[in-house]
C-alpha cells in the first residue's frame, strides 16, 4: 500500500485539511498533519491510522502565527525526514478584530500567507531535492473582490476582517504566481485553489455579508468538506498536472484567477515585502 512520498498538509486536523490528509493517506501516502493544536493534530493522525489503515500518519506542531515556531517546526522536520514530495497550505484564519502577532504581524496575514511563504523558502531545497515535488495553495473565490497593497501588507488602516481575508485569498495567488517562476527548472510545481464553501469554523468566522455573497457565487456552498477536499487532492497526486505550474484551480479544472493576481509588479512587490517581514534576505528568497 505504501508508496513511499510523503506530503504535509497545513490545518488538517479538522475540515477540509482533514479530509484532504485522509484521501492521501488512503492512498498509500505517508501524511504529516501540521497543526497548531499538537493534542488535536495526534487525535487526528490516530483517527486517520485507524480509518485507512494507514500506520504513517503523523502530527507536527506548528503555529504559523509565529515565525520561531515556524522555524522550530521546519528543523524537526528536516532532523526526522529526508523527502517532501507535497507541501499543501492549507491552514488559515479569520478574526473579527485586528489582532496582533507576537512577531507584530496582523493574524490574518500572518497565518494566511506569510506562513506558507516562510515555511516554503525554508523546505525549498528539500522539495527540490524530492523533485518531481509539489506546492499546493489553498485560496478562495474571496480573492476575486480584493486588491492589494504590498506597502500595506500589515493593515494599519481601518479594519475589515472581510477585506483583510479577501486581501490574504489574493496574496496566495500572487505568491503562487511568483514561487512558479523561482521553481522553473526545479522540478517542483506550485498551483493555488479555491476548494469551494463549507460550513467548517472558518466560515462562521467570516461576516454575514461575506458568507451570503459567496452562497450567491458558489452552488457547492452546502458541501462536505470531504467534497471539497478533491481538488486539493487531485493537485497533489494526479498525473495530470505533473508538469503545469503557476495555475489557479476550481473543482478540478484549471481556470482564470482574478485580473489583479495577474499583476506581475504586484506579485514582485508582495515577494520582496514578505521576505523583510519574514527576515529573509531578498537575494535568498527567489
Not at 48 to 54: L, P, S
Not at 115 to 129: I, K, N, S, V
Request: with cysteine; proline share 4%.
Amino acid at each position: 500500500m505504501a508508496n513511499g512520498k510523503v506530503c504535509v498538509v497545513t490545518g488538517a486536523n479538522r475540515g477540509i485539511g482533514r479530509e484532504t490528509a485522509v484521501g492521501l493517506a488512503a492512498r498509500g501516502w505517508r501524511v504529516v498533519l501540521a497543526c497548531r493544536d499538537i493534542v488535536a493534530a495526534e487525535d487526528a493522525a490516530r483517527a486517520i491510522r485507524a480509518a485507512t489503515a494507514n500506520p504513517r500518519v503523523e502530527a507536527l506542531g506548528i503555529d504559523l502565527a509565529s515565525q520561531r515556531s515556524i522555524r522550530a517546526a521546519a528543523a524537526r522536520y528536516l532532523a526526522s525526514h529526508d523527502r517532501l514530495d507535497v507541501l499543501i497550505h492549507n491552514a488559515a484564519v479569520v478574526t473579527r478584530g485586528r489582532e496582533l502577532t507576537t512577531d507584530g504581524i496582523e493574524r490574518q496575514l500572518a497565518v494566511n500567507h506569510l506562513g506558507p511563504f516562510l515555511l516554503t523558502y525554508l523546505w525549498r531545497d528539500l522539495l527540490a531535492a524530492s523533485a518531481p515535488a509539489r506546492v499546493v495553495v489553498v485560496s478562495s473565490e474571496a480573492h476575486r473582490w480584493a486588491t492589494l497593497d504590498p506597502d500595506d501588507l500589515n493593515g494599519t488602516h481601518r479594519y475589515s476582517a472581510q477585506r483583510t481575508y479577501q486581501r490574504t485569498k489574493l496574496a496566495n495567488i500572487l505568491f503562487t504566481y511568483a514561487l512558479a517562476r523561482r521553481l522553473d527548472g526545479t522540478g517542483v510545481t506550485a498551483n493555488a485553489l479555491h476548494p469551494g464553501v463549507a460550513g467548517t469554523r472558518l466560515l462562521r468566522s467570516y461576516s454575514r455579508v461575506a458568507r451570503l455573497v459567496l452562497g450567491l457565487v458558489q452552488p457547492e456552498r452546502t458541501s462536505a468538506p470531504p467534497r471539497l477536499a478533491r481538488t486539493s487532492i487531485y493537485l497533489a497526486v494526479s498525473p495530470d498536472v505533473a508538469e503545469i505550474t503557476g495555475r489557479y484551480f476550481r473543482r478540478s479544472r484549471a481556470v482564470p484567477s482574478s485580473k489583479a493576481s495577474y499583476d506581475r509588479a504586484t506579485q514582485e512587490r508582495l515577494w520582496a515585502a514578505s521576505a523583510r517581514l519574514t527576515g529573509i534576505p531578498e537575494q535568498e528568497s527567489g
